[in-house]
């Protein structure tokens, strides 16, 4: 490799580098008709255009959530991008089952949501909001919530007058929202 190539991160295929291109991000040993590894993601996906932090964590943690994807009519929304073992990308809206009726938990702008909301027979409002207390919650943080009660970890968070706290994310009791514990 040259000097002027940028490695971005591990080939998840292959374990070569990943470098960047005029058009995205390929796998070193992507060469041709007789490369030994297919390894290629777009430097734009969902009408977004993709940073080199976000690939390399795409790379290393094998998913990433992210706003900012826009349908062909524009209209903007967030998901999760999801690296197969065959290199290829996934969007995934669902990120947890929902611990009080079993529904879709699915991010949206403002917080992740159970998919039943809408349901005329039982409606379920059960929420996690993206930002509490100034922490921007994660994917894998809800459904540690959704899955197991609460965060494995404290998070981070700010109080009204500006002082940091740390507390864990869990299920109130009745499963009816979350709470810091």
Do not use: Q
Not at 73 to 89: Q, R, S, Y
């Amino acid at each position: 490799m040259d000097n002027e190539t940028k490695i971005i991160g591990r080939c998840p295929v292959c374990g070569g580098n990943v470098v960047k291109t005029c058009k995205g991000y390929r796998c070193e040993n992507n060469t041709g008709e007789d490369g030994k590894c297919g390894l290629f993601i777009n430097g734009v996906i969902g009408n977004r255009k993709m940073s080199d932090a976000e690939i390399a964590e795409l790379l290393e943690k094998r998913s990433i959530m992210l706003d900012g994807f826009a349908t062909k009519e524009w209209k903007a929304f967030p998901t999760v991008l999801v690296m197969n073992a065959d290199g290829t990308i996934a969007m995934e809206s669902v990120v947890a089952r929902c611990p009080r009726c079993g529904g879709e938990i699915r991010v949206g702008a403002k917080a992740f949501n159970c998919s039943n909301y809408r349901r005329e027979d039982a409606p379920c409002d059960f929420v996690i909001w993206r930002n509490i207390g100034g922490h921007l919650v994660t994917a894998a943080e809800v459904r540690e919530i959704c899955e197991s009660g609460v965060t494995s970890e404290e998070i981070e968070m700010y109080g009204e007058n500006g002082v940091i706290y740390r507390r864990k994310l869990g299920l109130s009791p009745d499963k009816s929202k979350v709470i810091k514990v």
